[in-house]
């Protein structure tokens, strides 16, 4: 696979969504690289789109899609805890005690 064939591969562009997430979740990211992140992140989206609207998947392949988004919408709804940072947290524990 050539380099510019592995840049637009629906595993790459997945892993790059993957490493943008991470970097919005440190508190180390500024406001400014967050929206630049998220700008990114929109565009590679789309990527993954065009790329998956354009490829003719096998019953296998379209099962495990569905099986992926499926896992992807079930960590979305997990507990509200779930994504935040632990002092954050402790502070809304500590706030719902005292009521």
Same mark, same amino acid.
């Given at each position: 696979?050539?380099?510019?064939?592995?840049?637009?591969?629906?595993?790459?562009?997945?892993?790059? %969504?993957?490493?943008? $997430? *991470?970097?919005?979740?440190?508190?180390? #990211?500024? @406001?400014?690289?967050?929206? =630049? %992140?998220?700008?990114? $992140? *929109?565009?590679?989206?789309?990527?993954? #789109?065009? @790329?998956?609207?354009?490829? =003719?998947?096998?019953?296998?392949?379209?099962?495990?899609?569905?099986?992926?988004?499926?896992?992807?919408?079930s960590q979305d709804v997990v507990s509200d805890e779930e994504?935040?940072?632990?002092?954050?947290?402790?502070?809304?524990?500590?706030?719902?005690?005292?009521?």
């Open positions: 696979m050539s380099p510019q064939a592995e840049k637009s591969s629906y595993a790459y562009v997945r892993m790059q %969504l993957e490493d943008i $997430a *991470i970097q919005i979740k440190s508190r180390e #990211t500024s @406001l400014d690289q967050c929206l =630049d %992140l998220y700008e990114e $992140a *929109i565009r590679l989206g789309n990527s993954c #789109t065009e @790329l998956i609207d354009t490829t =003719d998947f096998s019953v296998e392949e379209l099962e495990q899609l569905n099986d992926e988004k499926m896992a992807v919408e994504g935040q940072h632990p002092e954050d947290v402790e502070e809304r524990d500590k706030a719902t005690d005292g009521q």
